[in-house]
């Protein structure tokens, strides 16, 4: 194989292959990345078996070929060249040797049929999603999802589309849940969906990271697709697929609270501040923080019997009983972390249920907390 | 590793599981255990070689054949299909287990089956044990569990349960020193093959460590020594007690070396020649034989063996040593046939 390139490029489609290349396993072979220069085009692939990207850029093929290189060594050099040209060619052992202005060195390659199988993404029937769209799912629900490998079903997002033709995605970790639902923009509801997407599917919290992280927000087109238990993204050239977590999600609507019919609604910067102040003084084994409605407003309150105890009132627009309920503030935290509106509505029910937090400006989106042990 | 038709011995393991993969009785998981250096790991490495082989028949049975990427990656362990688990340091962690449950949580990756090889699986403490229980309870779809072991007693009955017990024995000697060129650089006369596979006792393994070990041309020295030391010489004793303990894996050999020679002493007392490990030496086995009682043979076996046992445990090797030439050199015990 022997190929000219411009390092830009190369560097720019190196870059989304890094987070998934892994550095510690057992199998060598998941370090590198397997390169194919054919036509005018070299493609790029890299896997740690649960998430596959493979991606391509132009390129001057002057001998087509294929062969695996060690992938974050390769997208060091080449993003620290100076010269935008490079020349890459393979020699019979499969090390590969690099030239780009006054630079040239030689690396450690193998032979491309030691590397895993790619997954043919090429007949998958597609969906288009709308980036943001998508992406704006992800960062409502990624931060609930379960890190316990015990649960398998939970350390994914559930996603799924909806009787009501919605875009559906739910994440818990048995101590909160997120949940988002939003009529799909692009996408058209009347297509043939395939059986799993209205069923659900789940995605791993890994592969959701790496969509997150490469992804661009302002990548116009985006669409996805299943196939042989994985879901497929595709944008431009690069297609991004996730092996899907077998087994069912739990039926989360047992666990939505019934809808209180006082909700308080606080300013959310405020909240915020408020319980960043008063966490200080929570323990710091259970994080606790107590939250008490009343018409005198929001109180949160927190001790620990190594430090003291700190109190702090935010108004908040209350009509209902006085209810109070203990939280782990962290919980907490991540939900307003959600929430880009200006105001935050919660509806604590008593002490033992479970507690709705709402953007009031964005209804298609919930948070439910557990309470925890006043 | 070696392909599935060039397994040395137990032959009727391979065909109840070659039958097994042929009628779709595949269990999940299976219990490998014997002797060490009888091939248990060599089964099961070329066992999921043959369910993966990119050649091999749909529907029935076919031995590895090697040359495709499925065996050659499998042969490397470099398959993404294929799963090691061994003890890191004498112990197999749950941190071990979790890892091999995280990555079997989903379907084979390209391969017909996921076959995950557990290795000396005596040494899962018990946390590792009970989280790998979970695995046997509920094995997922297409993976084959094999755990490897010649210590069973230390499993968890629960364990052994829940695994189809698959029992290897001893290989035949002539078949050992017919395959143990394989293992060697430089090549062994013949009549020393013979001598180390009679060593191994049945298993490759061990004729393997014990012809590496270079112990097999010390014997002669060794034995010599060991009779010629007079018993009033304390310093000589001691100094041969510092040379048997020069290594701790030495010292073993070298026991192994004694116990073998002394026990081909005995046969010969009892005229049964051709049981002799030792057969390139029959003339010193014989003159030996000569020097040495019945009763100083049987005391002095003992004293080996015992010391064989201690030395698997923490010991102080030079201690050991001193004690154990301490009890061959006791005129009275060692009962020496003295010329009249
Ligand atoms: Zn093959």
Redesign the interface.
């Known amino acids: 194989m022997k190929i000219r390139i411009s390092s830009d490029a190369l560097s720019q489609e190196l870059f989304k292959l890094q987070g998934v290349v892994s550095h510690r396993s ?5 370090s590198n990345a397997l390169l194919e220069a054919e036509g005018d085009t070299l493609t790029l692939h890299a896997t740690d ?2 998430i596959s990207v493979s991606t391509s850029c132009t390129c001057e093929v002057l001998e087509p070929g294929k062969v695996t290189l060690q992938a974050r060594s390769l997208f060091d050099i080449v993003k620290n060249l100076e010269s935008d040209t490079l020349e890459l060619e393979t020699e019979e052992n499969h090390w590969a040797n690099l030239k780009s202005g006054s630079v040239s060195c030689r690396i450690v390659g193998t032979h491309a ?2 590397f ?2 790619i997954l043919d993404t090429s007949s998958v029937e597609l969906f288009p999603i709308a980036t943001e769209r998508l992406l704006d799912m992800i960062d409502k629900t990624i931060f609930s999802v379960s890190t316990d ?1 015990s649960r ?1 079903n939970l350390t994914g997002a559930f996603f799924k589309v909806t009787d009501e033709n919605n875009l559906l995605m739910v994440s818990t970790d048995g101590h909160r849940l997120s949940k988002i639902e939003t009529p799909p923009e692009d996408f058209d509801p009347e297509a043939d969906i395939p059986a799993a997407l209205t069923e659900g599917i789940i995605i791993p919290r890994k592969g959701l990271a790496e969509i997150r992280r490469i992804v661009d927000a302002d990548d116009s087109e985006l669409s996805f697709g299943l196939i042989d ?1 994985n879901v497929v993204f595709k944008t431009g050239p690069m297609s991004l697929s996730v ?4 087994g069912s999600f739990p039926d989360f609507t047992q666990v939505l609270p019934r809808e209180s019919e006082h909700r308080a609604i606080a300013e959310k910067s405020l909240l915020d501040q408020s319980l960043k102040f008063v966490s200080l003084f929570a323990s710091s084994k259970t994080h606790n923080v107590r939250l008490s409605l009343s018409d005198e407003g929001l109180e949160l309150y927190a001790s620990d019997p190594d430090r003291g105890e700190a109190k702090k009132v935010v108004p908040v627009e209350y009509e209902g009983q006085p209810v109070k309920a203990g939280f782990n503030f962290r919980y907490l935290k991540d939900v307003l972390g959600a929430i880009e509106g200006d105001a935050v509505s919660i509806e604590i029910i008593d002490t033992l249920s479970p507690t709705l937090i709402r953007d009031p400006d964005r209804e298609e989106m919930l948070f439910v907390v557990m309470p925890m042990r006043l | 590793m070696k392909n599935w038709n060039e397994i040395l011995g137990n032959k009727r393991v391979r065909d109840v599981l070659a039958r097994a993969v042929s009628t779709k009785r595949l269990h999940h998981a299976y219990l490998f255990t014997g002797p060490v250096g009888v091939g248990k790991h060599t089964t099961a490495h070329a066992l999921a070689a043959s369910l993966n082989c990119d050649q091999r028949h749909p529907e029935e049975f076919t031995p590895n054949c090697g040359q495709c ?1 499925t065996c050659r ?1 499998t042969a490397e ?2 398959h ?1 299909d294929l799963f ?1 688990v061994e003890p890191p340091n004498r112990v197999i962690t749950i941190d071990q287990i ?1 890892q091999l ?3 079997c ?3 084979p ?2 391969a017909n089956y996921r076959v995950v090889l557990i290795d000396e699986c005596h040494a899962m403490k018990e946390e590792a044990a009970n989280a790998l229980l979970k695995t046997l309870e509920e094995p ?1 779809d297409q993976m084959i569990l094999v755990l490897i072991t010649d210590q069973p007693h230390r499993l968890l009955d629960t364990i052994i349960s829940r695994c189809q017990r698959v029992r290897f024995g001893a290989l035949d000697r002539q078949e050992i020193a017919r395959v143990l060129p394989e293992f060697i650089d430089e090549p062994v006369d013949a009549a020393v093959l013979e001598v180390a596979a009679g060593y191994g006792e049945g298993s490759l393994g061990r004729s393997v460590d014990i012809l590496q070990s270079g112990m097999l041309a010390e014997r002669a020295d060794l034995v010599r020594k060991i009779s010629q030391v007079e018993a009033n010489a304390p310093r000589a004793w001691l100094e041969l007690a510092e040379e048997l303990s020069d290594e701790t894996q030495d010292f073993e050999y070298r026991i192994d070396v004694l116990t073998v020679f002394f026990r081909d002493m005995m046969l010969t007392k009892r005229a049964e020649p051709t049981r002799v490990v030792n057969s390139d030496l029959q003339e010193l086995v014989e003159e030996m034989a000569q020097k040495f009682s019945v009763q100083a043979i049987l005391t002095t076996l003992d004293a080996l063996m015992s010391a064989r046992y201690r030395l698997a445990g923490h010991v102080n090797k030079q201690l050991l040593a001193e004690d154990l030439v301490d009890r061959l050199r006791d005129p009275d015990s060692r009962a020496l046939d003295r010329p009249s």
């Open positions: 057992t199998l060598a072979i998941l078996l649960d049929d030691d895993p199988n490998d398998a238990n092996r899907l977590i077998d | 990427r990656l362990r470099q993404p090691f979790r449950q995280k990555a949580v989903s379907a990756y390209e997922p």
